[in-house]
C-alpha cells in the first residue's frame, strides 16, 4: 500500500530565535508544499529518493551513523516500522516545490509530511500525534528546534506559537501577498541557532531587553493583522529586521536584498534562521508586481507566495 501526505512551507513573520528564548512567534504557511510518499518493500532496507540526496540502508541502525538532512526520514521509517513490529522496510520519495534549506520551513515540511505519510502505511493518526513524532524527527538533526516550524506546517494559516503556550491558530486573514527571495547562500540552521546563544551569553542584559522590545513589537503587530494594516506591519517588519540585524544574523547580501525590498514594499526581513537563506516583502495587489520585478531586474530569485490555510494534507 501506498500512503501520501503533503505539508507547507512557511516563513516567520515575526519572532524567529526569540521564540527559542521564549518570545511568541507569529508564522504563516506559505502556499507551496513538499510531498512525501511511502511504500512498504519486501526487504529490511529503508531507502529514501530526494532533490537532495539519495540514502538506502538496513533498518536498526544507531540514528547517530545517519549523516545529513535525510536522517529524520530514516528516524521516522525505523520508529514506526519498529512500533507496528513488522518485517519489511520502507521506501520513500520526496518532492518539493520548497527551495530547500532557504528559512522556509523545508525540513519542517518534510518532517511533517514524512511522519504523516509513514505512519499512513499501518493507520491514519491525528495531526497533534503527526506533529508530535515530525518534531522529535527534526530534533535527529536540529536539537534546540522551539517546534514552531512543524506545528505552522502541519495546522497550516496563520499562528501565533510560544514555547510555554504552545500554538493558537489566529483567525485573521489579512490580505497580503509575500514576495519572497532567494539570496542563494547556504546556511545551517543549527551553526545559526548556535551563534545566536552565544551572542546572548555575552550579552545577557541586552538579549533580554531585546527579548522585551521583540515583545512588545509582536503585540502591536496583533492589532495590525486584525486590522489589516499592511503599512503598520511592513514598518515593524523592519524594526523586527534591526533587531535580527543586532543578534549577527545577517550578511551584506541580505542587507542590500532589505534595502530594495523596503524601497518597493510595506517592509521586509529576513525569514528563518537567516545567516542567508530568503528575505520576504510584504505586499499587495498595489506593489506584489513591481517588487518582483524590481527583483529580478537585480537577479535575485523570487516568487510570490500566498498563505495556505490547509497545512498538513492525507492522500
Ligand atoms: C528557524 O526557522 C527558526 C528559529 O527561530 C529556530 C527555531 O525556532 O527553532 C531560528
Keep these: ?104 520551513g523545508s525540513s519542517s515540511a518534510c518532517c511533517v509530511a514524512a511522519s504523516a505519510a509513514i505512519s499512513g502505511v499501518f493507520e491514519k493518526i491525528s495531526k497533534d500525534e503527526v506533529l508530535q513524532l515530525a518534531i522529535e524527527a527534526e530534533k535527529t538533526i536540529f536539537p534546540n528546534t522551539s517546534g514552531a516550524d512543524c506545528t505552522v506546517c502541519t495546522f497550516g494559516g496563520i499562528m501565533q506559537y510560544d514555547k510555554q503556550n504552545g500554538h493558537e491558530k489566529l483567525e485573521y486573514k489579512p490580505n497580503f501577498h509575500l514576495v519572497i527571495a532567494n539570496s542563494k547562500i547556504e546556511h545551517s540552521t543549527k551553526q545559526v541557532v548556535s551563534k545566536v546563544k552565544q551572542f546572548k551569553e555575552k550579552n545577557e542584559e541586552r538579549f533580554s531587553q531585546m527579548c522585551k522590545e521583540e515583545s512588545d513589537l509582536i503585540d502591536d503587530v496583533m492589532n495590525c493583522l486584525e486590522n489589516n494594516d499592511l503599512k503598520r506591519i511592513g514598518l515593524n517588519m523592519i524594526k523586527n529586521q534591526e533587531y535580527l540585524e543586532s543578534i549577527g544574523i545577517s550578511n551584506d547580501r541580505l542587507r542590500d536584498m532589505i534595502k530594495l525590498a523596503n524601497e518597493y514594499s510595506f517592509g521586509s526581513k529576513i525569514t528563518g534562521a537567516g545567516g542567508g537563506g530568503c528575505i520576504f516583502a510584504l505586499t499587495d495587489q498595489s506593489n506584489m508586481e513591481n517588487a518582483i520585478n524590481q527583483f529580478k531586474k537585480n537577479n535575485y530569485e523570487c516568487f510570490s507566495a500566498k498563505i495556505d490555510f490547509k497545512g498538513l494534507d492525507t492522500f
Design 1 to 104: 500500500m501506498t500512503s501520501k501526505a503533503s505539508a507547507p512551507g512557511k516563513v516567520i513573520l515575526f519572532g524567529e530565535h526569540f521564540v527559542v528564548y521564549g518570545v511568541k512567534a507569529i508564522l504563516c504557511a506559505i502556499d507551496k508544499r513538499i510531498t512525501v510518499t511511502a511504500e512498504k518493500i519486501p526487504d529490511d532496507i529503508i531507502s529514501i529518493k530526494s532533490d537532495i540526496g539519495n540514502l538506502q540502508l538496513q533498518k536498526n541502525k544507531s540514528i547517530d551513523k545517519i549523516d545529513g538532512p535525510l536522517r529524520p526520514f530514516y528516524y521516522l521509517a525505523d520508529k514506526i516500522i519498529k512500533k507496528y513490529d513488522q518485517n519489511f522496510g520502507m521506501q520513500i520519495t520526496v518532492d518539493s516545490e520548497i527551495p530547500l534549506g532557504v528559512g522556509l
